[in-house]
């Protein structure tokens, strides 16, 4: 069992930036790879980025790409998604997942465990 807690959402205005944050336990962290995903309200759970099981290759979202960055600490167990240049239509409710998969993938039904989400909320 896998347990994952995200922290760090918040209300911010549309330019700014937040630093989301994703503790694991329950399970050996650096065994497989880990994913954010967003869902907005009266839409569908969307991948947002991804990262290998060792840190060494990230993938992302074209709708992200150049604005979030995400990165993770093996020996803290945790992921984290730094998100700058934030529009309104970032605004959403992001989740934190892991797979036993080295790699991941854009799927969220591919990942096993996922955290209660936490809110990012974006003003014009």
């Known amino acids: 069992q896998v347990q994952l807690v995200e922290s760090g959402g918040g209300l911010v205005q549309a330019g700014g930036s937040l630093r989301l944050s994703c503790a694991a336990s329950g399970r050996t962290f650096s065994s497989g790879a880990m994913g954010w995903f967003r869902q907005a309200p009266g839409k569908e759970r969307e991948f947002v980025a991804r990262i290998t099981r060792s840190g060494g290759v990230t993938y992302y979202a074209d709708s992200v790409k150049g604005r979030f960055t995400i990165s993770r600490d093996n020996a803290k167990s945790t992921v984290y998604l730094q998100m700058n240049s934030l529009k309104p239509e970032d605004t959403a409710v992001y989740y934190c997942?892991?797979?036993?998969?080295?790699?991941?993938?854009?799927?969220?039904?591919?990942?096993?465990?996922w955290g209660q989400g936490t809110q990012v909320t974006v003003s014009s």
């Open positions: 997942a892991a797979t036993s998969s080295p790699y991941g993938s854009r799927g969220y039904t591919d990942y096993d465990y």
